[in-house]
């Protein structure tokens, strides 16, 4: 059982940069493996990076590559992703999402979901 609530969210122009933070209530975060998705308007929702329970291990969809970095606390029941260099191709909800299998980059592969949280890049 985890609750996640995301944060971070905003406005920002191209080129700029942003940190979300997926925040998980529990004793039991270490148990899953993380991910974060984005959906933008008329679109599916996407596999943009996870990270393993341990936080040793971490994959990428190849857009974000160089660009994003997800990174975990188990101390602090925490994971962020830290976003650099945005294009307006990223404007789009982010969510956050937790795992107890191991997951790989479809949506349904994950067991609960925060509500997300927008970030819009200008032009």
């Known amino acids: 059982q985890v609750q996640l609530v995301e944060s971070g969210g905003e406005l920002v122009q191209a080129g700029g940069s942003l940190r979300l933070s997926c925040a998980a209530s529990?004793?039991?975060?270490?148990?899953?493996?993380m991910g974060w998705f984005r959906q933008a308007p008329g679109k599916e929702r996407e596999f943009v990076a996870s990270i393993s329970r341990s936080g040793t291990s971490t994959n990428y969809v190849d857009f974000v590559k160089g660009r994003f970095t997800i990174s975990r606390d188990n101390a602090k029941n925490t994971v962020w992703l830290q976003m650099n260099n945005l294009k307006p191709e990223d404007t789009a909800v982010y969510y956050c999402?937790?795992?107890?299998?191991?997951?790989?980059?479809?949506?349904?592969?994950?067991?609960?979901w925060g509500r997300g949280t927008q970030v819009t890049v200008s032009s």
């Open positions: 999402a937790a795992a107890l299998w191991v997951p790989r980059t479809r949506p349904e592969e994950y067991d609960t």
């Open positions: 529990g004793r039991t975060f270490s148990t899953y493996a």
